[in-house]
Each structure stands twice: as C-alpha cells, then as structure tokens.
C-alpha cells in the first residue's frame, strides 16, 4: 500500500513542469519545516540533519533588502493560493500526512496574514503589553500574555511555543 502511494508521488514529482528551483531561503524554510515535522514524530537523528541544514542554507541566504510588511503579506496571499493544489495532490496519493501538513500550512498562513492586516492598521501598538508565540511545530503565531494551553491548529501543548524576543526567537 505505502509502495504504491510513493508511486503515485513520485509520479506527480517527476514532471517536469511540476519542478521548481527553490532559494536557499526557500530550502532553509523547508529544511526547518521538515526537522519540525521530525521532531513530532521523535526522530531525533534526522531532526537534527534537518535543523543542519537549515542552518547551513540560513547562513548562505542573502539579506532580502527590499522586505516590507506589504510584500511579506503580498508572499502571503501567493502562499494561499498554493494550498487548494497541494491540498489535491496530497489527497490523490492518499498521503493523509502531506494532507495534514497542508491544512495546518494554511490556517498558520491565514492567521499570520490576518496579524499582518491587524499590524498594517495599528502598528507597534498591537504589541503592548503582550508577547508574541510562535508554535514549533505548524507556525501558527499567537499573541498575549502566556502561549494558549493547546495549538489550535496542530494541537501540541503550550511548552511547544516559542516566545518571540526583539524580533527572535
Ligand atoms: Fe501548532
């Protein structure tokens, strides 16, 4: 059974029209995104490869100069529009988790760029006297005093959260 939905993945991968050079930027993302993914399922040696990595393709990444709060929400809105067709080939190999990932990629995409809305019209003053979380494991962002007890989007408990400090986390 997992033999023929890797099949039909790499089916669907090997096209190619279906490939696309990506950043390093891009593959730090990636990179970090899979050790997470990993990291929930306690495979230590290979989160470990993976968090290697993005920090490798991090630190040959160049400074993106031109970055404001509109393009970061403009890259947003692409992102979006990605996820109905990741979404469907994720669902035609029959990969529940590829699936899962997709539907926890999109609510983070949609709160982030809600935030990013709220940010746009209030500015600094949306962070007074709270702290901003990021969950570990699907990116879903959170602002307040304390992490929510449980991510509403991937469901691990609050130690997941990382708080954000001066900009880092
Ligand atoms: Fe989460």
Do not use: H
Not at 1 to 26: C, N
């Amino acid at each position: 059974m997992q033999e023929k939905s890797e099949e039909k993945v790499l089916s669907k991968v090997q096209k190619e029209e279906d490939l696309e050079k990506l950043s390093t930027g891009q593959m730090a993302a990636l990179c970090s995104n899979l050790a997470r993914g990993c990291e929930k399922q306690y495979k230590e040696e290979e989160t470990a490869l993976f968090t290697k990595l993005a920090s490798y393709f991090s630190a040959i990444s160049p400074e993106v100069k031109d970055a404001t709060v509109e393009k970061i929400s403009e890259e947003l809105q692409e992102d979006l529009k990605a996820y109905p067709s990741l979404r469907a080939t994720a669902d035609a190999a029959e990969d529940r988790g590829a699936a899962r990932v997709c539907v926890w990629g999109e609510k983070a995409t949609r709160m982030l760029s809600s935030l990013l809305n709220r940010y746009q019209e209030e500015g600094e003053k949306m962070f007074e006297n709270q702290e901003i979380w990021v969950c570990s494991i699907c990116g879903f962002v959170y602002l307040g005093n304390e992490p929510p007890n449980i991510c509403p989007v991937c469901k691990v408990p609050a130690f997941k959260f990382m708080k954000i400090e001066g900009g880092k986390i």
